[in-house]
């Protein structure tokens, strides 16, 4: 484990001790995590590469104020949402560690439901353009079909897993997802504004946007991307997988 890692875990310990020494943490309920998905779009056509965050609105209970990268649970219409180009096997088989009852299709989810949470919350659409989306399921889905436009998960890099800590009033089980942004195909005007889930988007030097008031795991995340984008961000590199286990954080590489 290099120095950059244990930054990262001595980061994320100190979240656990904070936690642990709050009177009320073992008076809540250990919640069992949700799958959740998120995507950290990079802008390379600069001299710096930029990430595309977020800030999330005061008036939520759930980081309010934070920046953080668009995201959110799994739905079932994610299934179902027909693609241009299949998951990378190596993302696909990083995506089924770890799990209790791994499968392609669960795997093919957490992509795409991190594709459909960047379209709610920024009004991005992510993909290829093509002829056919009648197989697009309604609801949120529905904006990519009548775009003619269909996620392609071949440009989405799984780059991170992390695990809420228990007796969290919330609790995720996230994915970490990375593409470049001339995957953006589209974009709807209106996503964001003083009454949205965020309320401005920023795009910020990658080196320098872990400096924001943002949670602890999306800082110490930004900081192993800056590491995989070194190493040529390949789909074979390994994933490290945060989690807290008997009142420390450990990170595994899945």
């Known amino acids: 484990m290099n120095d950059k890692d244990l930054r990262g875990l001595e980061r994320m310990n100190a979240l656990a001790k904070e936690l642990l020494e709050d009177e009320s943490y073992f008076k809540l309920p250990n919640l069992r995590p949700k799958d959740a998905a998120t995507l950290i779009l990079i802008d390379n056509r600069g001299p710096v590469a930029k990430v595309l965050l977020g800030k999330r609105h005061r008036g939520h209970k759930f980081m309010p104020g934070k920046y953080v990268f668009p995201g959110g649970g799994v739905e079932p219409a994610d299934q179902r949402m027909p693609t241009a180009r299949p998951l990378d096997r190596d993302v696909e088989q990083s995506l089924m560690r770890a799990v209790k009852r791994p499968s392609p299709d669960k795997a093919r989810a957490l992509a795409l439901a991190a594709i459909r949470e960047t379209y709610e919350e920024t009004g991005l659409l992510l993909g290829a353009p093509a002829d056919d989306t009648s197989g697009a399921p309604p609801g949120p889905w529905a904006a990519f079909a009548q775009a003619q436009i269909l996620p392609d998960l071949a440009a989405v890099h799984f780059v991170a897993r992390a695990i809420t800590p228990p007796r969290r009033p919330k609790r995720f089980d996230t994915r970490f997802f990375a593409a470049d942004a001339g995957v953006i195909a589209h974009r709807i005007d209106g996503m964001i504004g003083p009454d949205a889930e965020l309320v401005e988007l920023i795009w910020m030097p990658m080196g320098e946007a872990r400096h924001l008031d943002m949670p602890a ?13 070194a190493a040529g961000l390949g789909h074979d590199l390994p994933v490290p997988f945060y989690q807290m286990l008997h009142r420390r954080f450990v990170r595994e590489l899945l």
């Open 217 to 229: 795991i999306t800082a110490v995340v930004l900081e192993e991307l800056e590491a995989r984008v």
